[in-house]
C-alpha cells in the first residue's frame, strides 16, 4: 500500500469458486494474504443511502482490458458474480466493508467498459410470482414446491453440431419432438458452469434462447421442460400429487354477461 495514501480501496468479483481480486490504488495491495493487483483507470461512483434502489446501485469504470471481461468473452456468464467492496485504512489494516451485491449490467465503449451493480435487497425487489386462482402449475419445475428430482431426468450428450442458437446431440433424438421444451441445457467451462435455456426440440436439435460457445464434443446435460398443465405433470413427471395449479376450473369466461353462480 502506498504511504502517501490514507485508505485503500478493493474489489472482490465472485463467480463460484472464481474470484478476481484488484485494486484502484497506484499499486498491488496484500491483504490477509491476498494479492489485489492495481488496475489504471478504476474507479467507482459515490455511494449513497437511499430508499430508492437505483440510488443504491455501485457503478464501476474499468479499462476494456480489465481481467474481468475474459469472464464475458463467451457470452453472458450463467452464473451470477458477486461484487464486494472494502476499504482498508493504509495505517494499520482495519477494514469496512462499503457495498455488497451482485453484478447486473455490462456496457464496453472505445477505451472502456462500464459496470453496474445491485444490492442483494434491489435485485429481491422485483414483482414475484404470485400464488393465484388458476388453472396451470405457478411452481418452478425441479423447484422445492414441484419435488421433481431434476436428476433424475437429466439426459446427458455429446455435441455433434452448434450453429451458436442450436445445438445437436443423437442423445436429444432419443426422446420425442418437444421433450426438452422449456427446458435447459448445461455444461462444464473448467470450474465454471454455463447453462442455456432451450426453446424447442427437433430431432437431434435444441434451439435455445441464447448462443452458446460450447463446441462439438463437449459433454453436455439437457434437462426436459413442462408447460405447467395437469396433463404433463402427470403423464411427463409422475408429479400430479404436487400440482399446484386449479385444473378442474371450469373453463368459462367470466365477462360474458352470464351470472357465474
Request: aromatic residues 8%.
Amino acid at each position: 500500500m502506498s504511504l502517501l495514501q490514507r485508505h485503500v480501496e478493493l474489489y472482490e468479483f465472485v463467480r463460484g469458486p472464481k474470484v478476481l481480486r484488484a485494486t484502484s490504488g497506484d499499486r498491488d495491495v496484500i491483504w490477509q494474504t491476498q494479492s489485489y493487483a492495481a488496475v489504471p483507470g478504476l474507479s467507482r461512483n459515490r455511494l449513497s443511502q437511499s430508499a430508492t434502489n437505483a440510488r443504491t446501485d455501485l457503478e464501476i469504470t474499468a479499462p476494456r482490458t480489465f481481467a474481468l471481461m475474459n469472464w464475458f468473452a463467451d457470452g453472458v456468464p450463467g452464473e451470477p458474480i458477486e461484487v464486494r467492496l472494502r476499504r482498508v485504512r493504509v495505517s494499520d489494516g482495519v477494514d469496512r466493508l462499503l457495498w455488497s451485491g451482485l453484478l447486473s449490467a455490462s456496457r464496453e465503449t472505445a477505451t472502456k467498459v462500464e459496470l453496474r451493480a445491485q444490492t442483494l435487497t434491489a435485485s429481491l425487489a422485483g414483482q414475484g410470482l404470485r400464488r393465484c386462482w388458476q388453472v396451470s402449475c405457478p411452481f418452478t419445475l425441479y423447484g422445492t414446491e414441484c419435488g421433481v428430482d431434476r436428476e433424475s431426468f437429466r439426459v446427458p450428450g455429446t455435441l455433434s453440431g452448434n450453429s451458436g442458437y442450436v445445438i445437436s446431440s443423437a442423445a436429444f433424438a432419443a426422446h420425442p419432438d418437444g421433450w426438452f421444451d422449456g427446458g435447459m441445457v448445461r455444461w462444464n467451462v473448467g470450474t465454471d458452469i454455463e447453462h442455456r435455456w432451450i426453446v424447442s426440440h427437433v430431432g437431434t436439435d435444441l434451439m435455445l434462447l441464447t448462443p452458446a460457445s460450447a463446441g462439438v464434443g463437449t459433454v453436455v446435460d439437457a434437462f426436459p421442460g413442462c408447460d405447467h398443465s395437469m396433463t404433463m405433470c402427470d403423464t411427463k413427471f409422475g408429479n400430479a400429487i404436487n400440482y399446484g395449479g386449479q385444473h378442474t376450473l371450469p373453463k368459462k369466461d367470466p365477462f360474458d354477461g352470464r351470472a357465474t353462480f
